[in-house]
């Protein structure tokens, strides 16, 4: 598995997660990154993307203020901090590699994905 997400669980509600993904490619460094989740019944939701030198970040507005996404690209790892949670925020997250030197955070071009991580917030 090229992808590998984790740091999921359960959480109450104002709490905080962190969730790293570890590519096991040299080539992390190169592409864009982000996270998605999905919650049962619902459509996938691109939630924070990277650009592949860190510059570039988008966040959807659910999220804006409360996720913080960044990269390690000495440890080809990618991270989302995750404060102030909801129980809305209760989905599966995957990580997923978008474009190669691209920047764009286009969601379309996020074609390579990891297994998922769960994550539950409690009421």
């Known amino acids: 598995v090229q992808l590998q997400a984790s740091g999921g669980g359960l959480v109450q509600a104002g709490g905080s997660l962190r969730l790293s993904c570890a590519d096991s490619?040299?080539?992390?460094?190169?592409?864009?990154m982000g996270w998605f989740r999905q919650a049962p019944g619902k459509e996938r939701e691109f939630v924070a993307g990277?650009?592949?030198?860190?510059?570039?970040?988008f966040y959807a507005d659910s999220v804006k203020g409360r996720f913080t996404i960044s990269r390690d690209n000495a440890k080809n790892t990618m991270y989302l901090q995750m404060n102030s949670l909801k129980p809305e925020d209760t989905a599966v997250y995957y990580c997923?590699?978008?474009?190669?030197?691209?920047?764009?955070?286009?969601?379309?071009?996020?074609?390579?994905w990891g297994q998922g991580t769960q994550v539950t917030v409690s009421s």
């Open positions: 997923a590699q978008g474009g190669l030197y691209s920047s764009r955070l286009n969601q379309a071009d996020f074609r390579t």
């Open positions: 490619q040299r080539t992390f460094s190169s592409y864009d």
């Open positions: 990277i650009s592949w030198s860190g510059i570039s970040t």
